[in-house]
């Protein structure tokens, strides 16, 4: 057992994560528990999502000033305001006098945001303004009492990619550094600042699908295309197997490259296209896991993300936004062609869903302790597992 104090018990076994990390040849994969244990997905809530930066919104998911977005992630209320000058912030999603969670739906914000417990209000900064009967009835101040530092908690958050981040604890590397191998590789694609200017429709650029499995197994599932063929038989037919190929960016983020993306065309009219994107790669997309549980991708005429958020040990909610390279191609004019393309991104991570979904079954085997990898086409996915392997190795001290 692997105990660290203050912290659940989870049932994985240090050899077990000294497999994970050997070569690719000889490693296993990450034990069931990591998949289906309730001490395993708090575990992980408490000591590797809190200590990285993590994506919870979409900055369309807030399209006006003063509006509140609360999102549940793993459990944790917290609340994603864009304020009266168009910024976001995020703060823990609870009253300083008694806990209650301030907000339940996402929507504009009214002038205060009310506790409907006792009362205490809070403007949209997160300072403390109104603490009615704290002395007693009809007194609403008191002396020894400081509001300003009784306000919301606020959450270290940034945007990159129409993508709101927190880290929790405050004590990662900023986001800028966080992300910068990843947005200078896709840069020198799509061209300087071209990440920073992309647009969203005002419908038709989302899917959310629900799935019975670990939130791992998306990520897993997301960073190979060795399943090509059999998951995906209409993909394959004109982005086959063999044109694409497996890629580490960094220690965080791997997935796979393909040389045989098409450009989206309905009857002669195409996408509007990155203007710096290299002529001679026209066809080239990539598509990554980004640690721990964003999945991105790029191609000439259009970028994705998905965020994956952990409902529970055996449930995940994976909600995909589109974007687009100018504002034209979000114009009535492309109407048919983003119409298109979402429904054939929904074919292909629809029939993901057996896939992961069965994997999540499969952890209730006995017979199955971690599986096996193939050196060639399982690399990316390795990657992951190393990756995981590592963090539960840093959070924890291993006592027998």
Same mark, same amino acid.
């Given at each position: 057992m692997l105990i660290r104090p203050g912290v659940n018990l989870i049932d994985i076994q240090p050899h077990q994560l000294d497999q994970v990390l050997r070569p690719i040849e000889q490693a296993r994969g990450l034990p069931n528990a990591a998949y289906l244990d309730q001490a395993t997905f708090e575990f992980e809530r408490d000591e590797v999502m809190t200590r990285t930066w993590i994506a919870i919104a979409f900055e369309t998911d807030l399209p006006d000033s003063q509006y509140l977005f609360p999102v549940d992630f793993m459990g944790m209320p917290l609340l994603v305001v864009r304020n009266s000058t168009g910024n976001i912030d995020v703060f823990h999603n609870v009253c300083s006098h008694r806990g209650m969670p301030l907000v339940k739906e996402p929507g504009p914000a009214k002038l205060v945001l009310r506790c409907p417990y006792h009362s205490w209000s809070y403007d949209i900064e997160g300072n403390l303004v109104s603490t009615p009967h704290i002395g007693g009835i009809g007194v609403n101040e008191l002396p020894d009492f400081d509001k300003a530092k009784h306000g919301l908690k606020q959450v270290h958050s940034g945007t990159w990619m129409g993508v709101v981040f927190v880290n929790i604890d405050g004590d990662a590397p900023p986001l800028k550094d966080h992300i910068a191998t990843l947005n200078n590789r896709w840069l020198a694609? *799509?061209?300087? $600042? %071209?990440?920073? !200017?992309?647009?969203?429709?005002?419908?038709?650029?989302?899917?959310?699908?629900?799935?019975?499995?670990?939130? !791992?197994?998306?990520?897993?599932?997301?960073?190979?295309?060795?399943?090509?063929?059999?998951?995906?038989? $209409?993909?394959?037919?004109?982005?086959?197997?063999?044109?694409?190929?497996?890629?580490?960016?960094?220690?965080?983020?791997?997935?796979?490259?393909?040389?045989?993306?098409?450009? %989206?065309?309905? *009857? $002669?009219?195409?996408?509007? *296209?990155?203007?710096?994107?290299?002529?001679?790669?026209?066809?080239? %997309?990539?598509?990554?896991?980004?640690?721990?549980?964003?999945?991105? $991708?790029?191609? %000439?005429?259009?970028?994705?993300?998905i965020i994956l958020m952990p409902k529970g040990p055996a449930r995940t909610e994976e909600r995909l936004q589109l974007m687009y390279v100018t504002g034209e191609a979000t114009s009535a004019t492309f109407t048919p062609c983003r119409e298109k393309l979402i429904e054939a991104w929904k074919e292909v991570f629809v029939e993901d869903i057996f896939a992961v979904e069965g994997m999540q079954q499969g952890r209730n085997s006995k017979a199955f302790d971690g599986g096996a990898f193939s050196p060639m086409m399982d690399t990316s996915t390795h990657h992951f597992h190393c990756w995981v392997a590592r963090q539960y190795q840093q959070a924890i001290e291993v006592r027998t």
């Open positions: 694609l *799509a061209g300087k $600042g %071209a990440l920073d !200017k992309l647009h969203c429709p005002t419908e038709g650029h989302r899917l959310t699908l629900s799935l019975d499995c670990n939130w !791992k197994l998306p990520v897993e599932n997301y960073c190979e295309a060795y399943h090509l063929p059999w998951v995906h038989p $209409g993909l394959n037919s004109y982005s086959p197997l063999s044109e694409h190929e497996s890629h580490a960016v960094d220690e965080k983020t791997s997935g796979q490259i393909s040389h045989s993306y098409t450009l %989206a065309e309905t *009857a $002669g009219l195409r996408l509007p *296209a990155f203007s710096d994107w290299p002529a001679e790669q026209i066809a080239h %997309a990539e598509y990554f896991s980004f640690y721990p549980n964003l999945l991105v $991708g790029i191609q %000439a005429d259009h970028v994705f993300a």
